[in-house]
């Protein structure tokens, strides 16, 4: 499924339920305001770097508007933020719902580990509200909607999932408090992998998600990916510092062999997804799933073919 071919689907969603979002309040945003400590030029230089449409990282595609409920698209593998101009420009063009919401992207190189780029949207989640609500008064930054396409969508399960141990376990038997190394080298891989629901987001939207995988050919697959796929120089060096001070014992086979890209994550019934299968979302999530399928009109139980 397309995205664009998704657009009045999430139009009608999203207007269907506008009543859950309020209307914005007018209140003067806290940049304007000030931030204790934070002079006027130092507030500036936070918050000039986010109003961009970039490859990686979030971007907000107008300035911040207090009172606006941001709505968040991750995009899924293979692709970028450019893929929602269409979907936006509809959202835009609706006057109720460009009153109430903001619409921003979130980009990320899709090969690498699905846990690492999902930990690299929780962080700049959090970033982003300490810069534009440093003391958390906007009401509207706690009703986000975050909307997944594909891969983006397993991203965005895992802003409302608390994993307490279950996807650590899934590298290493051990606790994860005898993880030993430089302390940015630990503290990276234990944000990717235990990590709890961003307060933040309240509902959450899932467009052709693949939450156990895909049936494809992933001998193929698997080929076309690590041809494609170099996973970052910082998170190879980090994975060999901790696998030379740990020993290969400390970790389990799958694990010991590479870090995975997320091609290999992608398999179906792969263990990384069922993992994040089994600990479900967060009890106040509002959930909803656009379900892909090639047969025209679509039934019960439809697939895309992946």
Same mark, same amino acid.
Request: hydrophobic content about 40%; proline content about 7%.
């Given at each position: 499924?397309?995205?664009?071919?998704?657009?009045?689907?999430?139009?009608?969603?999203?207007?269907?339920?506008?009543?859950?979002?309020?209307?914005?309040?007018?209140?003067?945003?806290?940049?304007? %305001?000030?931030?204790?400590?934070?002079?006027?030029?130092?507030?500036?230089?936070?918050?000039?770097?986010?109003?961009?449409?970039?490859?990686?990282?979030?971007?907000?595609?107008?300035?911040?508007?207090?009172?606006?409920?941001? &709505?968040?698209?991750?995009? $899924?593998?293979?692709?970028?933020?450019?893929?929602?101009?269409?979907?936006?420009?509809?959202?835009?063009?609706?006057?109720? &719902?460009?009153?109430?919401?903001?619409?921003?992207?979130?980009?990320?190189?899709? $090969?690498?580990?699905?846990?690492?780029?999902?930990?690299? =949207?929780?962080?700049?989640?959090?970033?982003?509200?300490?810069?534009?609500?440093?003391?958390?008064?906007?009401?509207?930054?706690?009703?986000?909607?975050?909307?997944?396409?594909?891969?983006?969508?397993?991203?965005?399960?895992?802003?409302?999932?608390?994993?307490?141990?279950?996807?650590?376990?899934?590298?290493?038997?051990?606790?994860?408090?005898?993880?030993?190394?430089?302390?940015?080298?630990?503290? =990276?891989?234990?944000?990717?992998?235990?990590?709890?629901? =961003?307060?933040?987001?309240?509902?959450?939207?899932?467009?052709?998600?693949?939450?156990?995988?895909?049936?494809?050919?992933?001998?193929?697959?698997?080929?076309?990916?690590?041809?494609?796929?170099?996973?970052?120089?910082?998170?190879?060096?980090?994975?060999?510092?901790?696998?030379?001070?740990?020993?290969?014992?400390?970790?389990?086979?799958?694990? %010991?062999?590479?870090?995975?890209?997320?091609?290999?994550?992608?398999?179906?019934?792969?263990?990384? &997804?069922?993992?994040?299968?089994?600990?479900?979302?967060?009890?106040?999530?509002?959930?909803?799933?656009?379900?892909?399928?090639?047969?025209?009109?679509?039934?019960?139980?439809?697939?895309?073919?992946?």
């Amino acid at each position: 499924m397309r995205i664009v071919e998704s657009s009045a689907a999430i139009v009608a969603l999203i207007a269907a339920t506008s009543a859950w979002a309020q209307s914005p309040s007018g209140v003067e945003s806290d940049s304007s %305001r000030g931030a204790p400590g934070r002079s006027p030029a130092q507030r500036d230089a936070d918050v000039a770097g986010l109003f961009r449409y970039e490859p990686t990282g979030l971007s907000l595609l107008r300035p911040y508007e207090r009172g606006k409920i941001p &709505l968040v698209f991750v995009h $899924g593998l293979w692709s970028n933020p450019w893929s929602w101009s269409r979907m936006i420009e509809s959202l835009e063009a609706d006057a109720a &719902l460009r009153d109430r919401y903001q619409f921003w992207t979130f980009g990320y190189s899709t $090969g690498d580990p699905i846990p690492y780029s999902a930990w690299l =949207l929780r962080r700049d989640l959090e970033e982003v509200r300490r810069k534009l609500d440093p003391r958390g008064s906007d009401g509207a930054f706690d009703r986000m909607v975050v909307v997944g396409h594909s891969m983006g969508g397993l991203l965005t399960k895992m802003m409302v999932q608390e994993s307490g141990t279950r996807v650590w376990q899934l590298i290493s038997d051990r606790p994860v408090a005898e993880l030993a190394g430089d302390p940015d080298d630990c503290d =990276l891989f234990r944000r990717a992998l235990i990590f709890k629901p =961003l307060s933040e987001v309240r509902r959450v939207v899932f467009i052709a998600t693949p939450h156990r995988g895909s049936r494809v050919d992933q001998g193929r697959l698997g080929h076309l990916g690590s041809r494609l796929v170099r996973l970052p120089d910082p998170l190879r060096a980090s994975y060999g510092r901790l696998m030379a001070r740990n020993g290969p014992d400390f970790f389990k086979e799958r694990f %010991r062999n590479g870090l995975p890209t997320s091609v290999d994550e992608l398999e179906w019934q792969a263990p990384i &997804l069922m993992g994040l299968d089994e600990l479900g979302l967060a009890p106040a999530i509002q959930a909803h799933s656009i379900i892909a399928d090639l047969r025209d009109p679509p039934r019960a139980g439809g697939s895309d073919g992946l």
